[in-house]
């Protein structure tokens, strides 16, 4: 036996074997996998953790949510059985907040929440034990009208980045470099992935685009043709076509190297609305827009809202400034994050768009 303390199997001893086996992996590869190594075995949300989400910040958010899927329901008829449905619930403190809204509303649908950590579902079940839990969409019941929302899930999807080199496009891979990975340019000719209207771009351009949000897009919209109902999707991102790569990591509130200690931080990066919501419109589903986060909560009463609860709790106003703040200010959640609409071609548009 020889005397060599065991190598500790973090991902990045993997991911050398890896490479050192078969060669480079794609980027998309390294996030996937360092983001499902990374989900599987915490809770990263809360002050604890390593990021703080909208909800967290105040239950306004999850209320005005509530109050828009309520309405929304109540003009399209009030259908039953209506399901609410939410894509990454982290700690189900959206959906109670939301749920407990739209209750007042006559709005008391199922509950499905689509969840692949261990760790977060048992968090999620304590807050919401009458939900049911899914892998997927694919087992959320095919029948009447769904009411999805996905705040913070689109961004921790893998990215495929491809580059612009001298002998053309190629996709970017990912080796070891000393005690971190790098990203280099692929081998093999990845042209006809691009957009015509963008393969003429200068040498070094990067176009990043996201597979799984296109997929999760296109499976929510044929949903809501097919069965009625709307969707949500809340996320820090872009409504206009750019370039260049947006990968980040964060750990304990602090943006990191994505490259060091792969499986050990949240890896995102910013969801292009741009191209999503074609996606959307190709299936007959109806766009109500993407907008700014900010300019939808304060269409949707979140400043009369922060009021009433000032107005109730006095000793928390300033508590309950900063939080409206946070989500609404420019300089903070306003701008940076989006919020894109859609329903059924059926269904009528929706306020705050």
């Avoid at 993997?14 to 590869?29: K, V």
């Avoid at 809202?305 to 306003?334: F, N, V």
Wanted: net charge negative.
């Amino acid at each position: 036996m020889s005397g060599e303390p065991a190598q500790p199997d973090t991902l990045a001893a993997m991911f050398r074997r890896l490479i050192a086996s078969t060669g480079p992996i794609s980027l998309m590869h390294y996030m996937g996998e360092a983001n499902a190594r990374y989900y599987g075995s915490k809770d990263p949300l809360g002050s604890a953790g390593d990021f703080i989400t909208a909800p967290e910040i105040s239950q306004m958010f999850g209320e005005l949510i509530g109050l828009w899927l309520a309405d929304m329901w109540i003009n399209a008829g009030r259908e039953e059985p209506v399901h609410y449905v939410e894509l990454g619930p982290g700690r189900g403190t959206l959906a109670v907040d939301a749920l407990r809204v739209a209750k007042r509303y006559g709005l008391e649908p199922q509950v499905h929440l689509v969840e692949t950590s261990a760790e977060l579902k048992d968090v999620q079940l304590a807050a919401l034990p009458q939900a049911q839990w899914h892998h997927d969409l694919s087992t959320v019941p095919p029948y009447g009208p769904i009411l999805l929302v996905a705040n913070e899930f689109l961004d921790a999807l893998p990215v495929r980045q491809l580059v612009k080199t001298p002998d053309g496009w190629r996709e970017r891979m990912v080796v070891p470099e000393g005690e971190r990975f790098v990203c280099v340019a692929g081998s093999q000719p990845m042209d006809a992935a691009v957009p015509e209207a963008r393969r003429g771009a200068e040498v070094g351009t990067i176009i990043e685009t996201c597979p799984g949000a296109a997929a999760t897009v296109y499976e929510v919209a044929g949903r809501l043709v097919e069965q009625g109902g709307a969707a949500l999707f809340i996320d820090y991102g872009h409504d206009q076509i750019r370039d260049g790569s947006t990968l980040q990591a964060v750990r304990d509130h602090l943006k990191v190297d994505p490259f060091v200690n792969p499986g050990e931080a949240d890896l995102t990066a910013h969801v292009d609305f741009a191209t999503l919501a074609p996606i959307a419109l190709s299936r007959g589903c109806k766009w109500l827009g993407t907008v700014p986060q900010g300019r939808w909560l304060r269409n949707l009463g979140i400043e009369a809202r922060a009021q009433a609860l000032s107005e109730r709790a006095p000793e928390h106003s300033a508590a309950i400034a900063s939080a409206r703040d946070r989500l609404i200010g420019e300089g903070q959640m306003g701008l940076l994050f989006k919020v894109m609409g859609l329903a059924s071609p059926s269904w009528p548009g929706g306020a705050g768009f």
